[in-house]
């Protein structure tokens, strides 16, 4: 499967953001999908991931509450609804993907065999 994620740019701090991860070549649909972030200097670190196991959605403690993953298996796509943005949201976002991914370490970036590109995004007034 290939991730094409898209959305990103400039916000200012306490605005809104909508991220799209549009899956192609497999259906979207027997995939777990999540989001990670990397910024500057740091380690890639888990944001939000839906399972395609039981239809839950997870959350970082940092983000719980601000943002909103969901999906659309129509358009084989997966959303980030980021809300309520801090500057410390700057990051590059990316999607990722997995058909094997059980509940205990779908927060593991390391259980996803699929990635997309990152997306930019920076909040900053």
């Known amino acids: 499967v290939q991730l094409q994620a898209s959305g990103g740019g400039l916000v200012q701090p306490g605005g809104s953001l909508r991220l799209s991860c549009a899956a192609s070549?497999?259906?979207?649909?027997?995939?777990?999908m999540a989001w990670f972030r990397q910024a500057p200097g740091k380690e890639r670190v888990f944001v939000a991931a839906h399972s395609r196991n039981n239809n839950h959605a997870y959350y970082a403690d940092s983000v719980t509450g601000r943002f909103t993953i969901f999906r659309d298996n129509a358009k084989n796509t997966v959303y980030l609804q980021m809300s309520s943005l801090e500057p410390e949201d700057t990051a590059v976002y990316y999607c990722?993907?997995?058909?094997?991914?059980?509940?205990?370490?779908?927060?593991?970036?390391?259980?996803?065999?699929?990635w997309g590109r990152g997306t930019q995004v920076t909040v900053s007034s």
């Open positions: 070549g497999r259906t979207s649909s027997r995939y777990s």
């Open positions: 990722a993907a997995d058909g094997g991914v059980i509940v205990g370490r779908i927060r593991s970036a390391s259980a996803y065999a699929y």
